[in-house]
């Protein structure tokens, strides 16, 4: 009997190792610091796999490398805000940074207490220069968890700016709409000729709303947003700038978390912003995508698929089996869920492999998906029907080679002549038309029985 190894350690872009023997090494420097990995492992055995195994294991923590200082923006006379790049090795997690500042009256060393890589440099005073060092901090032991000074970089304050707008309100009025309104600022230090609003997600721009008046002397540019973002330029007169704005900001992304900018804008210049933050609330999930059945053993499904964008917030899935016996209503066995935690909106497809256990072989199941969010509200169904084969051809080209849903059959959702609308609608003739097809394996065979 032949029996060996299949191991492999995500995220290192090396190909998975064939070992004989319990122990796998790996050289050449090719892991990080301080860095999360997954290790996996299957056993096999006569054209037999086992179940993987899978670990999850860190590499030591060090010293982090000091992050890099790349501009000031959103200056104004009292504040400057920092921007500067992770460091490319952290060589753990990061924790937060420390800003160092170089001036006069300038503020005492800064925690920003979050990973952040933008921060709010105040009070400052006008017309005066800075220069400011940043470091990082990660969850290493204290004499290794900060890094060096980073690049030195200085900047200047303006002479003069508005003070910020009054009476700011912001609301929530849908999962994409939100309400906004400010009253003109208390010291605007000249003539204010519009406004500059704002939304960001994570400290990049997604909304810019420029509030201008025609008759003023210079038009106002976009600051932060690209092309590629949402762009608005409102016209108004001089009078609507001088008294209370009201502004519905629409399109939004549901269960996302803005920071609200509001700034004057003068002749040249912004003034002082306001700040705010609103989160758009839940909306109803969409349908799960590209949803696959696939078996593990004779008496396990795993089912993945992918969610749709944008992401409606947290969301828990649910996953019924039903089996199927000709022209009978399909009869529930099993019912699984899974809750994505993650709320926020970089990862856009979300992938997940829950389990369904003691499924009977050699039966037809009806897999029932659908997604609920935090108020309970429930989204499309999609539903498959599989047919659970005990008799499963694993050929050891097979397991190199291996492809979603190998194991079941798909009756119906992807061949459209036999698909009539399964588990969706009441059918009592379709059960019929399924038939059962068979692979023969007999090692895997006997040892099932």
């Given amino acids: 009997m032949?029996?060996?190894?299949?191991?492999?350690?995500?995220?290192?872009?090396?190909?998975?190792?064939?070992v004989n023997v319990p122990s796998y090494v790996i050289g050449g420097n090719v892991a990080k610091n301080g860095h999360r990995y997954t290790f996996t492992v299957k056993a096999h055995s006569n054209s037999l796999e086992s179940a993987e195994y899978t670990e999850v294991f860190r590499t030591?923590?060090?010293?982090?490398?000091?992050?890099?200082?790349?501009?000031c923006t959103d200056i104004v006379s009292n504040s400057i805000d920092l921007v500067w790049q992770e460091p490319l090795l952290p060589n753990g997690d990061v924790q937060y940074y420390l800003i160092d500042t170089d001036g006069a009256s300038a503020p005492p060393q800064i925690n920003t207490s979050t990973s952040v890589v933008t921060y709010k440099v105040e009070p400052l005073l006008d017309a005066?220069?800075?220069c400011f060092f940043v470091r990082t901090v990660n969850d290493g032991a204290k004499n290794i968890q900060v890094s060096g000074n980073s690049n030195q970089y200085c900047c200047s304050t303006k002479a003069d700016s508005s003070s910020e707008q009054t009476s700011v309100t912001t609301n929530v009025l849908s999962?994409?709409?939100?309400?906004?309104?400010?009253?003109?600022?208390?010291?605007?230090?000249?003539?204010?000729?519009?406004?500059?609003?704002?939304?960001?997600?994570?400290?990049?721009?997604?909304?810019e709303i420029i509030f201008y008046c025609p008759e003023c002397p210079n038009a106002i540019p976009y600051k932060d947003c690209g092309e590629d973002?949402?762009?608005?330029?409102?016209?108004?007169?001089?009078?609507?700038?001088?008294?209370?704005?009201?502004?519905?900001?629409?399109?939004?992304?549901?269960?996302?978390?803005?920071?609200?900018?509001?700034?004057?804008?003068?002749?040249?210049?912004?003034?002082?912003?306001?700040?705010?933050?609103?989160?758009?609330?839940?909306?109803?999930?969409?349908?799960?995508?590209?949803?696959?059945?696939?078996?593990?053993?004779?008496?396990?499904?795993t089912v993945i698929w992918n969610q749709p964008s944008p992401r409606p917030g947290i969301t828990t899935y649910y996953i019924k089996a039903y089996e199927v016996v000709l022209n009978a209503q399909p009869t529930f066995v099993k019912l699984s869920n899974i809750t994505d935690n993650n709320s926020r909106n970089h990862c856009c497809r979300f992938r997940g492999f829950?389990?369904?256990?003691?499924?009977?072989?050699?039966?037809?199941?009806?897999?029932?998906?659908?997604?609920?969010?935090?108020?309970?509200?429930?989204?499309?169904?999609?539903?498959?029907?599989?047919?659970?084969?005990?008799?499963?051809?694993r050929s050891r080209h097979a397991l190199q080679e291996p492809q979603l849903a190998d194991q079941y059959e798909d009756l119906g959702m992807d061949n459209m002549s036999s698909y009539q609308e399964l588990g969706a609608k009441d059918n009592p003739n379709v059960y019929d038309q399924i038939g059962r097809l068979h692979?023969?394996?007999?090692?895997?065979?006997?040892?099932?029985?």
Wanted: hydrophobic letters at 30%.
């Fill in 229 to 301: 973002k949402q762009r608005q330029t409102i016209t108004m007169n001089k009078t609507q700038i001088n008294t209370t704005i009201n502004y519905i900001v629409e399109q939004l992304l549901p269960y996302t978390k803005y920071d609200v900018w509001i700034a004057a804008h003068d002749a040249a210049n912004d003034g002082m912003r306001n700040d705010s933050e609103v989160q758009t609330t839940s909306e109803v999930p969409q349908k799960p995508l590209s949803v696959v059945a696939s078996v593990m053993s004779s008496s396990e499904i």
């Fill in 2 to 18: 032949e029996v060996y190894g299949n191991s492999s350690i995500s995220e290192l872009g090396i190909n998975p190792a064939v």
């Fill in 60 to 71: 030591v923590i060090t010293q982090p490398n000091p992050p890099i200082i790349q501009s």
């Fill in 128 to 130: 005066n220069t800075y």
């Fill in 175 to 207: 999962s994409r709409n939100i309400s906004v309104s400010w009253n003109y600022p208390a010291n605007p230090n000249g003539d204010i000729f519009g406004y500059r609003l704002r939304l960001k997600v994570d400290d990049i721009c997604q909304v």
């Fill in 354 to 393: 829950p389990k369904l256990y003691s499924i009977t072989p050699d039966r037809h199941y009806q897999v029932e998906l659908y997604a609920v969010n935090t108020i309970n509200q429930a989204g499309e169904k999609e539903r498959k029907i599989y047919y659970a084969s005990s008799k499963i051809e």
């Fill in 439 to 449: 692979t023969v394996d007999k090692h895997y065979e006997n040892m099932l029985t």
